[in-house]
Structure formats: structure tokens, C-alpha cells
């Protein structure tokens, strides 16, 4: 695949964090810049400044962002494309800041009437970039943890639907503001009490009922194993069992940060599923590649 003759800013913004990459001729990464500063974090009207700072450190080149920062608590909010979606649509729908020197790249959506309604910004990306890069076939059922994990389904090299379960961010709230709390320290890790839960969760279990039981365990002075990994896989086993329910059979592919792609992938392995992983930012970096060098040529 070509790749923009001149070098280019590809920047990966979301709520909590931003993520620029400085890439030049061949895709060779040049620099990177990586820091807190989410779409949160930056004061009202302050957008100008945080990008003109990438460019101070990357230096003048052209920019093109996705994921939060065209959102409406953004930067310049850019559409939700309605599935299904190909690369060649969101190059079209590129909302230029500057014409042909900085653009946000437009989010997804599912219409009701096919399953919705649901969104996404940034995760569009990252799977097309991997369907284009051929570490995921052109028709795939994907899943993408994080925060709001995705279940994604990709037919024809497009994203045709996607759904999104607020797992990762239950976990962190369960971990610090419920009355399990203080139990829940220290990592989740593919461990015995983990597998228990998946086991649990994929059996039909009480999802609400089984976090209650840590409580239960510790009043009544019995074996608490490790409650993190327990209530972790009590989660993801449920994310799982209804994520598989909704797709293809075969391989599950699971696109993300490596730690927590290992759990998943230990999960539908306790379904039955055959999964591979994938990390999430090579995959980004190949889907905005493959946007400049539609609109930035």
C-alpha cells in the first residue's frame, strides 16, 4: 500500500488519553507523543492549543485524529457513519479542520432497525485498519475490550454491526465506590477464581447475586480466594456469553491492549472459542495510514 509521501500526524484521542504518532514514508514511525491529556481534561476552547502543542512536538505536518476529539464534547464533532462502514466512507466523511491538512475522522453507528441503536469512536478504526492489514478476514466476528467493550461484526471487509457493554467501566466502579471495594485490590489475573467466574457466568449465573457473594464469603469468615480476578471473570464471562450469542461461530477475534486481550481470550476459551489477538495500536496506526493516503495524496 502507498503511504503518504510527506510524513504525517495520526493521533488516537479519547477521554481519558491521546495518542500521537509522527509517521513517515514506508509507514516508518518518526516520534510519538503519549500523555493524560484526554478530551476531558482539556478546558473549554482549548482544543487549539492542545493540537498546535502535537505539532511543536512532532513538528508541521499534516493531521489527521480520531476518536473522542470529534465528539461533542470535542474538538469539531464529526458524524456517526450508519453501518455498514468501509474505509473509503470515512475518508469521505473526513471533517477538515484545516482542508487537506488537519481532519477528524468520523465515528460509527448501528440504526435501531438493525440491531441498534449503539456508537463508536476510534474502535472503527482499529478493526478496519486490521481487516486492511489482513490480520482480520473480511468477514469476522471481533471483540474489542476496554472500558465499553465492542462485539463487532465485520462482512465484506466493512463493519457491518457492533455492540458496545459497559464491562470495564462496571469493574472500576465496583472496584471503587461499592461495598466490595476493599476487597477488590490488586489485578485481575487468569487465575483459578477467575476461570470460576467465567465458569460461572457462561453456566447462566446470577451475575448481581455472585458479586454479592464476596460479601457473603467475607462476613461468614470463608475462602475469598482472590475476589478481583472472581468478580472480573464474573464480568467478562458475562460479556462473553452474550458477545459469542450474537455472532458467527469460529474464531473470535479480539483486538486490544495485550493484558486485558489475555483474559478475554482465557474466557472464550472456557466457551469453546477459538480466539486470536491482536494489539489495538498497530491496528489504528494501519487504518489512519490507509486514510491519508486516501485524502492526503
Not at 75 to 100: F, H, K, N, Q, S
Not at 124 to 151: F, S
Request: contains cysteine.
Amino acid at each position: 500500500m502507498m503511504r503518504p509521501p510527506a510524513p504525517v500526524i495520526l493521533v488516537d484521542w479519547g477521554t481519558t488519553n491521546r495518542r500521537a504518532t509522527l509517521v513517515g514514508p514506508g509507514g516508518a514511525v518518526l516520534g510519538r507523543v503519549s500523555d493524560g491529556l484526554g478530551v476531558r481534561s482539556v478546558p473549554a476552547g482549548g482544543f487549539d492549543e492542545a493540537v498546535a502543542g502535537l505539532r511543536t512536538a512532532l513538528g508541521d505536518h499534516p493531521m489527521l485524529l480520531a476518536g473522542m476529539i470529534g465528539s461533542a464534547r470535542g474538538w469539531r464533532e464529526a458524524p456517526y457513519l450508519a453501518c455498514p462502514v468501509a474505509l473509503d466512507d470515512l475518508a469521505d466523511a473526513i471533517v477538515w479542520v484545516e482542508p487537506g491538512r488537519t481532519g477528524i475522522v468520523p465515528g460509527a453507528c448501528v440504526a435501531a432497525e438493525r440491531g441498534g441503536p449503539d456508537v463508536m469512536r476510534g474502535e472503527e478504526v482499529q478493526v478496519l485498519g486490521a481487516v486492511a492489514a489482513g490480520a482480520i478476514p473480511p468477514d469476522a466476528l471481533v471483540c474489542h475490550p476496554g472500558t465499553h467493550t465492542k462485539w463487532m461484526r465485520v462482512a465484506g471487509g466493512r463493519l457491518a454491526w457492533f455492540r458496545t457493554r459497559m464491562t470495564g467501566e462496571l469493574f472500576a466502579l465496583l472496584r471503587e465506590h461499592s461495598l466490595l471495594a476493599a476487597r477488590l485490590t490488586g489485578e485481575a489475573e487468569d487465575d483459578a477464581d477467575f476461570r470460576r467466574g467465567v465458569r460461572r457466568a457462561l453456566d447462566g449465573g446470577d451475575l448481581l447475586g455472585d458479586l454479592f457473594q464476596i460479601r457473603v464469603r467475607e462476613v461468614l469468615k470463608l475462602d475469598l480466594g482472590s475476589p478481583a480476578s472472581f468478580a472480573s471473570g464474573l464480568l467478562i464471562g458475562s460479556d462473553v456469553a452474550s458477545g459469542i450469542a450474537a455472532g458467527p461461530e469460529g474464531v473470535v477475534h479480539v483486538l486490544g491492549q495485550p493484558s486485558l486481550g489475555a483474559l478475554y481470550a482465557a474466557a472464550l476459551a472456557e466457551a469453546g472459542r477459538q480466539t486470536l489477538v491482536h494489539r489495538d495500536e498497530p491496528a489504528f496506526l494501519r487504518g489512519m495510514q490507509a486514510l491519508a493516503d486516501r485524502v492526503l495524496t
